[in-house]
């Protein structure tokens, strides 16, 4: 991208315009073009776009080679660089590619593929963990064998050969997934019909139930103050080991590790989060939300009423409109949920919080927590419509801006919850007295908090 910028410069300063050449005006003038945004509108929605989060809980890229336009119809170079200004929005984070291949009318040249692996630098290579090719063809394969393994063996490590639509199905969660007509038709003459991946189901052999996928009226007391057992542990080993560790929850660790957790927890054994990490620890707290039977948010239409700012006027303005936000969620957006659910967003949001607090360290701020947890809040029968909940900001109505409103107005979203989980104890500190209360429920034959007023 450095190559791009310096060449844009240069022709600036030859022509003689008398116009901004920081990297900002850069990257607005590729987007805008001579066609006023419309390639970047296409790229956006026809090539590249987000897809909600794999099974750990890491934000899916697909790329769809079937929506890549005619070479004669649009400038390749200004495509690369839009799907590069796509991809910066995922690289910060751990995050899983897929690539639909089949269905492409145009296959770019070779000289456009070397250039752009070139271009596609290590910053967007490291954090991704698995690249899922669906579809291939034998071009394919050697193109990416070629770039691979004479290029970059590690890379090509991350590369797994799909077939059929109902394989990727067992690999990633295929209803997030907004996959074109072209690659459905194509998939029809590999196999009749797409089966999804079936729940796997409980072990037989323990009768203990299972602490992820479980419902949380099963998991919660209905009276008292309680936290199912992964949330309370992984709450307090994050608040203790994790509030600096930066790109907190936007990190994954290792598979075999956050199985082996899973599934100890699943049994009801002993869990040593030391020997995970930090991450480890993250991610399950993540995947909890992820896996319950009935998601935080299903149905969108009181997210969508939520107040937005048209524009911020002044820091005056600015606050006004967060405390006018902050209301609605609490007496419009909670208030719909059961009472388990808004305890439970209470005490995750008292950490989220810390982290945000510790914004200069961690380099999590409420926006990338909103970013990185609201997928796992929001799930419905629409993949479209799940992927635009994640979005936040003021002028936004969305997840991802209850997601911030909870994180930084945490006193007042969560008055209620927190009184009750204080029994109405006076706290300078509320964050860090709901944090308190759940290392008690983490001490030793620690009985559950009774009700307000007991």
């Known amino acids: 991208m450095d190559e791009q910028y310096r060449q844009w410069r240069y022709r600036m300063i030859d022509s003689g315009q008398n116009t901004s050449l920081s990297f900002d005006a850069f990257r607005t003038s590729v987007m805008q073009g001579d066609d006023n945004g419309r390639l970047l509108n296409y790229v956006n929605t026809n090539i590249i776009f987000q897809a909600g989060v794999d099974f750990e809980s890491r934000p899916m890229v697909v790329v769809s080679a079937c929506g890549l336009p005619s070479p004669s119809d649009v400038d390749y170079e200004r495509l690369l660089t839009l799907i590069l200004f796509r991809m910066d929005q995922f690289v910060e984070s751990d995050y899983t590619v897929v690539m639909l291949t089949s269905g492409a009318r145009h296959n770019p040249s070779w000289t456009w593929l070397v250039k752009a692996y070139r271009r596609l630098d290590r910053k967007y290579r490291k954090n991704v963990k698995r690249l899922y090719v669906v579809h291939p ?3 394919s394969k050697v193109v990416f064998q070629i770039f691979g393994k004479i290029v970059s063996p590690k890379f090509f490590a991350k590369i797994s050969w799909v077939d059929t639509l109902s394989q990727l199905a067992t690999m990633v969660p295929l209803n997030q997934v907004s996959i074109p007509q072209a690659v459905y038709e194509y998939n029809m003459k590999v196999e009749s019909s797409v089966s999804a991946a079936a729940p796997r189901a409980p072990s037989q052999e323990s009768e203990v139930p299972l602490a992820f996928g479980v419902a949380l009226e099963t998991l919660m007391a209905s009276d008292g103050v309680s936290l199912p057992r992964p949330v309370r542990e992984c709450i307090s080993y994050l608040r203790h080991h994790g509030i600096v560790t930066e790109g907190l929850f936007r990190r994954s660790p290792p598979s075999t590790q956050l199985r082996a957790a899973k599934d100890a927890y699943n049994r009801d054994q002993p869990v040593d989060l030391e020997l995970g990490g930090v991450h480890v620890a993250a991610v399950l707290l993540k995947l909890f939300y992820r896996e319950l039977p009935t998601p935080i948010f299903s149905d969108y239409a009181l997210v969508r009423a939520m107040p937005a700012a048209a524009s911020a006027d002044s820091t005056d303005a600015a606050q006004q409109m967060d405390s006018v936000r902050a209301r609605y969620v609490r007496e419009v957006v909670l208030a719909s949920l059961s009472r388990q659910s808004r305890l439970l967003l209470c005490f995750t949001s008292a950490l989220l919080a810390l982290v945000a607090r510790n914004e200069a360290a961690n380099r999590m701020t409420a926006f990338n927590l909103a970013v990185v947890w609201a997928p796992n809040l929001a799930r419905s029968e ?20 209850v997601v911030m409103a909870m994180v930084a107005c945490f006193d007042s979203v969560f008055a209620d919850e927190i009184a009750e989980v204080l029994g109405g104890l006076a706290t300078d500190d509320r964050v860090v007295a709901v944090l308190d209360a759940v290392d008690r429920m983490n001490a030793p034959a620690a009985p559950a908090l009774p009700p307000r007023g007991e």
């Open 137 to 139: 063809s034998t071009w």
């Open 382 to 401: 629409n993949p479209v419509a799940d992927v635009a909940m994640c979005c936040a900001g003021p002028a936004a109505a969305t997840v991802g801006s």
